[in-house]
């Protein structure tokens, strides 16, 4: 009992025995219910400092994502694994370019297709398709993914120049003007720069004419969405913008990089092999500018054998060793790599812990978040809306019409790690059924009815010419037609 209750006691004692009744049963309720809360959700010594914050997407990125940006892009700028991580990113998930192909719902437009594929093909693969004249679309598909790697997002705009022709403008998204933020009279709403009706559907943008951060004061203007593309990732339902890659990992980057730089500094003061000259005479003439000065080493040389004056004694500088710095930056930088969404080897380059098993493994996890990000984002919120336009464009200056026509898009081969086992294993797909021989030939970054032309050219030329390869298909189809068959000798075998 407490003072209290002994004070109680001592004037009512079923009072305080109440008292103490009631405490010992709540006691036993609140460790009963407490052992059933999840331990995250726990208040305590263990989760002092643990931040509790409920917002939505759009407030938690609120304010926070210009110095979200220039921290990641200072980092790409300045460290490399950063840059390293950037670059891996962006050459695995676009690469060469995620190619479309077009095809007909109904299987009867041929000559449609054919004249679309070569429409696409001359605007595409040509540098007048960017507003800026430096990329092809798919430099620009390259340029988008690494803007959304490096800075959470990107934008491109739909341009028009001359009659009825079609360019992209690829922007960052510090034009997105961020401070128009406010709530109209009718229900429609601005959520940082990105306008929405009542209903939550996006109207439009506001966008600056110049990026922010040059001299001069601009203005943002509004843009429909229908002449604007948002690309980035989407991590939560609603969110209106996109954070950088790998911010759960810039910390930690940030940290490793100036232990790095410590550990060098270290390395350097250690091969200095420096060397202090102690005096145990108070009264020696060291450093008085006396003609002993002269005489005294300076230097250490090979093979130098010095003799000191009497009172003087050397002391070596014995620099502070890092013990286990292999293990720990491995560690840091595991840490890392699965921030940005990448293995370990691909980030350092460190194959020395590798075998087949295991770089396939984790070449196959490292596949999956490629795939999301091509599938998920690049096709969808890029590709998807360009042909769109693209189309449109088409159906303006051609007379094309898009009715009847679909497109699929094929993201950039993967190199596979042992060609042999790999082909044999893709074979057997095709053989089973599981798999088409078009849906293989796609996987490998071509197009199928691109490849069959190339075969059937190949063919008339060998015929031509000749020859007979192994890689002719006919060939064996032709032995088989040809070979004598066997007699039958009734003998049993």
């Not at 004692?13 to 109440?18: D, S």
């Not at 004694?313 to 890392?336: C, E, H, M, W």
């Not at 699929?408 to 599981?434: N, Q, V």
Request: proline share 4%; with cysteine; aromatic share 10%.
């Amino acid at each position: 009992m407490n003072f209290l209750d002994k004070a109680i006691a001592v004037i009512s004692p079923r009072t305080a025995l109440k008292r103490v009744r009631s405490r010992a049963v709540l006691d036993v309720m609140d460790k009963h219910f407490s052992s059933r809360k999840f331990e995250a959700a726990a208040r305590g010594r263990r989760a002092n400092g643990w931040p509790i914050y409920d917002g939505s997407a759009n407030s938690e990125t609120y304010g926070v994502l210009p110095t979200l940006r220039a921290r990641a892009r200072h980092m790409v700028q300045n460290n490399a694994y950063a840059q390293k991580a950037i670059k891996a990113i962006t050459n695995n998930t676009v690469g060469a370019g995620i190619i479309p192909q077009p095809v007909s719902v109904s299987g009867s437009n041929k000559a449609k297709l054919k004249k679309i594929k070569a429409k696409w093909k001359q605007w595409a693969d040509k540098k007048h398709c960017d507003f800026a004249g430096q990329h092809t679309f798919y430099g620009l598909q390259k340029l988008v993914m690494r803007t959304v790697a490096e800075s959470g997002e990107c934008l491109v705009l739909k341009r028009r120049t001359g009659k009825y022709k079609l360019q992209l403008q690829v922007i960052e998204p510090d034009f997105l003007d961020s401070s128009r933020d406010t709530r109209g009279a009718t229900g429609d709403y601005v959520t940082q720069g990105v306008a929405f009706n009542k209903d939550g559907q996006r109207t439009g943008y506001w966008i600056y004419d110049r990026h922010p951060g040059e001299y001069g004061a601009y203005e943002s203007k509004f843009r429909p969405a229908s002449d604007v593309i948002h690309v980035y990732e989407i991590l939560r339902p609603g969110q209106v913008r996109g954070v950088p890659f790998g911010i759960s990992s810039l910390l930690r980057l940030k940290d490793y990089d100036d232990y790095e730089d410590a550990e060098i500094v270290r390395q350097k003061i250690a091969a200095c092999f420096a060397a202090f000259v102690q005096d145990s005479d108070p009264s020696s003439s060291l450093g008085t500018g006396s003609s002993n000065d002269e005489d005294l080493l300076e230097k250490l040389e090979p093979g130098v054998i010095e003799y000191l004056p009497p009172g003087k004694t050397v002391t070596f500088a014995n620099p502070p060793t890092t013990s286990n710095y292999d293990g720990f930056s491995r560690k840091i930088l595991q840490g890392i790599a699965a921030g940005y969404g990448i293995t370990y080897e691909c980030l350092t380059g460190d194959l020395s812990n590798v075998n087949f098993s295991s770089g396939r493994m984790g070449w196959l996890e490292m596949a999956r978040q490629l795939t999301d990000w091509q599938y998920n984002m690049m096709i969808p919120l890029l590709c998807d809306d360009v042909w769109s336009w693209f189309m449109d464009h088409a159906t303006v200056t051609e007379g094309i019409k898009s009715d009847d026509i679909d497109v699929s898009w094929t993201p950039p081969r993967r190199e596979m790690i042992d060609p042999k086992k790999e082909t044999e294993a893709l074979i057997l797909l095709c053989r089973a059924g599981f798999q088409s021989w078009s849906e293989t030939v796609r996987g490998m970054g071509y197009d199928p009815e691109a490849v069959m032309a190339e075969i059937q050219k190949d063919n008339a030329l060998m015929d031509q010419f000749g020859f007979s390869f192994d890689s002719d298909g006919r060939k064996e189809l032709v032995l088989k037609a040809t070979a004598p068959a066997k007699e039958d000798t009734g003998k049993s075998s």
